[in-house]
Each structure stands twice: as structure tokens, then as C-alpha cells.
């Protein structure tokens, strides 16, 4: 039962090229989260899926897109990357409905030169 | 707005020490509150739940915490704190409309000294 994974681990992106984060999970969970982390500000939601094939913003979503594929699959794209989305990524899943735990993937370091 | 503070963005304690980490929040209704550990270079892990009933909660690893509801706190402990405890912890509060979305505060760095 490997939970969540993300790939890749880590990137370098140059200003304005694009990428695609991948999430996968292997709970069942109907919800999954993308988020950033910066120093001093926590975790802070990008974008969420309720269930499969509903995706809704969260608090810092600009610049970013979001794809549910499957139950399984939930994808964070930057179209054009900004320095200002030098971060590390996690991904998220759980149950849904009542108010579960999340549960983490182990992160995606992304530097935007 | 719905908001989660930690005050302390660093703690030092002796290993050995007893520990509490502040955790306050903002919310009109009853909150949903978590406390998450990380690792370096890991992703979050959940030590403890807060939802209903008993204010005392207890978790993994030792740690406890405590939903004070009269000062909107739900401060972490734990009375002996050891070199792997060195991590950083958030508290957070699930949001009250459908998602189950979680608020972060800004976190708190521990550091243990031998």
C-alpha cells in the first residue's frame, strides 16, 4: 500500500516553461488536495477535488490548472511557471465527507529560475 | 475570516524537557482541529484529532493536546520530548463547507538539544 505518491521529487523549471505535477492515490479516497508550502506561511490550499469530476480553487490558485483523471489521479499543471512558484508541493487525499485526517504525499520541490 | 495562529515560529527545548506548542484560532462554530508533524524532507503526518467530546486528546508518539474553547487555543504537549521529536509542527482547522478543507497555521520549528 504505497498511500500517496507524487512525482517527480524534485525540478528546476525555467520562467514561463510548463509542467504537470502528478498525484496518484491508492486508498479509495474520494478528495484530493494540492498545495504549497512556503516558509513561515504553512500549507496553502491550490486546488481540491471534492470527488471525481469536480475540481473547485482553493486559497492561492492563480496560475495554475487542475485535472481529476480518475479517482486515483489528481493533476496540478503550471502553464507558464513564475519564479514566485518556487515551493514544495504536496499532494493530499482522504475520504470525504465527515472531516478525515488528510493524508500526504512525501512532496514536490519546484524551483522557477 | 477563518484564521490558525502559532505564535512560535522557533522552540528550543533539552531533550528530556517537557513541551507546548500554542495554537490558536479564529471560528464562529464548533472546529475541527489537527495537529501535523514533518519530518525533514517528508510530507505531513497526523499526531492528533480534535472533534467532539473529551478536550484532552491524546496521539501518536506522546503527544497530547487540549481544546480550551473559552481561549480558542488547542496547544500541543508533551511532557518528555526526545532528539527525534525535532520536526516542524502545524497546527490546522477543517473549513465548515463541503471539501473538507483544511486551514494551516504557519507552523513551528523545533529544535531539540542534547
Known amino acids: 500500500n504505497a498511500g500517496v505518491t507524487q512525482t517527480p521529487k524534485f525540478q528546476v523549471l525555467k520562467t514561463g516553461q510548463s509542467m504537470t505535477l502528478q498525484c496518484a492515490q491508492d486508498m479509495n479516497h474520494n478528495s484530493m488536495y494540492w498545495y504549497r508550502q512556503d516558509p513561515g506561511m504553512g500549507l496553502r490550499l491550490i486546488y481540491y477535488s471534492a470527488s471525481e469530476g469536480t475540481t473547485d480553487k482553493g486559497e492561492v490558485p492563480n496560475g495554475y490548472n487542475v485535472s481529476r483523471l480518475n479517482k486515483r489521479e489528481f493533476s496540478l499543471r503550471l502553464e507558464s511557471a513564475a519564479p514566485s512558484q518556487t515551493s514544495v508541493y504536496f499532494c493530499?487525499?482522504?475520504?470525504?465527507?465527515?472531516?478525515?485526517?488528510?493524508?500526504f504525499g512525501p512532496g514536490t520541490r519546484l524551483t522557477v529560475t | 475570516a477563518q484564521s490558525v495562529t502559532q505564535p512560535d515560529i522557533h522552540i528550543t527545548v533539552s531533550e528530556g524537557a517537557s513541551l507546548e506548542l500554542r495554537c490558536n484560532y479564529s471560528y464562529g462554530a464548533t472546529p475541527y482541529l489537527f495537529w501535523y508533524v514533518q519530518s525533514p524532507g517528508q510530507g505531513l503526518q497526523l499526531l492528533l484529532k480534535y472533534f467532539s467530546g473529551d478536550t484532552l486528546v491524546q496521539g501518536i508518539k506522546g503527544f497530547e493536546a487540549e481544546f480550551k474553547r473559552s481561549q480558542s487555543s488547542f496547544n500541543l504537549r508533551k511532557p518528555s520530548v526526545h532528539w527525534s521529536d525535532a520536526a516542524e509542527y502545524f497546527c490546522a482547522v477543517v473549513r465548515n463547507n463541503a471539501g473538507n478543507m483544511l486551514t494551516f497555521g504557519g507552523g513551528t520549528r523545533l529544535m531539540v538539544k542534547p
Open positions: 493530499a487525499s482522504t475520504p470525504g465527507g465527515q472531516p478525515y485526517e488528510q493524508y
